[in-house]
């Protein structure tokens, strides 16, 4: 008797860190690694919605034009698309309303991991990088 309860605390744990693990497996994205179409541009599409970018982890080239076409696919919330790493050539500030799209150009100089996120944020609500609206662009050399 004494084992047999042993036994299930034991298995009640594994139960737990399984489910955790299928829970962290499930919101990481895949990366999207984008190579230069036939003119040299690297391009993305990315839905922004509440409160996710879709994709939301993307590897590009250094030293090559990127052009990412970013959707609002939200009813009424607006989002934007903040990149604030001007050493590495990447500052962008763009405002997409709902049901909008808008296209961004830059090329990124250094190679890294940087972030991009949404500073949305309605009165005393979180903002919604604070509900998880951010992602990552990794600058390949
Ligand atoms: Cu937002």
Same mark, same amino acid.
């Given at each position: 008797?004494?084992? $047999?309860?042993?036994? !299930?605390?034991?298995? /009640?744990?594994?139960? *737990? =860190?399984?489910?955790?693990?299928?829970? =962290?497996?499930?919101?990481?994205?895949? +990366? *999207?690694?984008?190579?230069?179409?036939?003119?040299? +541009?690297?391009?993305?599409?990315?839905?922004?919605?509440?409160?996710?970018?879709?994709?939301?982890?993307?590897?590009?080239?250094?030293? $090559?034009? !990127?052009? =990412?076409? *970013?959707?609002?696919?939200?009813?009424?919330?607006?989002?934007? =698309?903040?990149?604030?790493?001007?050493?590495?050539? *990447?500052?962008?500030?763009?405002?997409?309303?709902?049901?909008?799209?808008?296209?961004?150009?830059?090329?990124?100089?250094?190679?890294?991991?940087?972030?991009?996120? /949404?500073? $949305?944020?309605?009165?005393?609500?979180?903002?919604?990088?604070?509900?998880?609206?951010?992602?990552?662009?990794?600058?390949?050399?």
């Amino acid at each position: 008797m004494r084992n $047999k309860s042993w036994m !299930v605390v034991v298995l /009640c744990w594994v139960a *737990l =860190f399984f489910s955790f693990g299928v829970s =962290f497996g499930e919101t990481d994205q895949e +990366v *999207l690694v984008l190579e230069p179409e036939a003119d040299g +541009v690297q391009r993305a599409f990315i839905v922004l919605d509440s409160y996710v970018y879709t994709p939301s982890h993307i590897s590009i080239q250094a030293g $090559k034009p !990127v052009e =990412f076409r *970013l959707e609002n696919q939200s009813f009424l919330t607006p989002h934007n =698309f903040i990149m604030d790493h001007p050493d590495a050539g *990447l500052q962008q500030d763009v405002n997409v309303d709902a049901g909008d799209d808008v296209t961004i150009r830059f090329v990124a100089q250094v190679p890294g991991t940087y972030t991009f996120y /949404c500073d $949305k944020q309605l009165l005393f609500f979180p903002s919604h990088r604070e509900e998880g609206m951010e992602g990552l662009l990794e600058v390949r050399p």
